[in-house]
């Protein structure tokens, strides 16, 4: 995949904490990607954060919508960092969900889209209404996603 990611830096790299610029007609944006570690049936998993930071509150955004028409570009970037935490963590799972339907509508869309390569190196798996983990489909409504490296 090679796609257009922008360049990222690790803000801390042993809290997982990476931040970027998305460049477009709304100016320049700051986002944050933040990987945070959790616990779920004796598998150690890290849970992927992500939105625009808000230097006023100094805090991070999962709902704004920024509209700076980079949005693959944007998801190239998050999917990369995937890539370094995986790296450094190759037993622990990526647990992903949008902070909206709409947004975790739009996470499986471009998973759908890149399956094929993203298949080569990942297993992914989608969790099902009923709560139940399947290999992800095509096709497919998922309420979440968990990532893991081959």
Same mark, same amino acid.
Do not use: C
């Given at each position: 995949?090679?796609?257009?990611?922008?360049?990222?830096?690790?803000?801390?790299?042993?809290?997982? $904490?990476?931040?970027?610029?998305?460049?477009?007609?709304? *100016?320049?944006?700051?986002?944050?990607?933040?990987?945070?570690?959790?616990?779920?049936?004796?598998?150690?998993?890290?849970?992927?954060?992500?939105?625009?930071?808000?230097?006023?509150?100094?805090?991070?955004?999962?709902?704004?919508?920024?509209?700076?028409?980079?949005?693959?570009?944007?998801?190239?970037?998050?999917?990369?960092?995937?890539? $370094?935490?995986?790296?450094?963590?190759?037993?622990?799972?990526?647990?992903?969900?949008?902070?909206?339907?709409? !947004?975790? !509508?739009?996470?499986?869309?471009?998973?759908?889209?890149?399956?094929?390569?993203?298949?080569?190196?990942?297993?992914?798996?989608?969790?099902?209404?009923?709560?139940?983990?399947?290999?992800?489909?095509? *096709?497919?409504?998922? !309420?979440?996603?968990?990532?893991? !490296?081959?």
């Amino acid at each position: 995949m090679l796609l257009e990611k922008y360049e990222y830096k690790a803000e801390d790299s042993t809290l997982l $904490q990476y931040s970027f610029e998305s460049t477009g007609p709304n *100016g320049n944006i700051k986002k944050y990607i933040i990987y945070t570690y959790f616990k779920a049936n004796d598998k150690h998993h890290f849970n992927l954060g992500f939105g625009d930071w808000d230097e006023e509150q100094q805090t991070l955004s999962d709902l704004t919508v920024s509209n700076n028409s980079d949005r693959e570009k944007i998801l190239f970037t998050v999917a990369d960092t995937i890539f $370094q935490v995986t790296d450094q963590y190759p037993n622990h799972k990526i647990y992903i969900e949008g902070s909206t339907l709409s !947004r975790t !509508r739009l996470y499986q869309m471009s998973i759908a889209f890149h399956l094929n390569e993203i298949n080569n190196l990942f297993v992914i798996e989608g969790q099902l209404n009923n709560y139940n983990w399947e290999t992800f489909n095509k *096709g497919q409504n998922y !309420r979440a996603f968990l990532v893991t !490296r081959k």
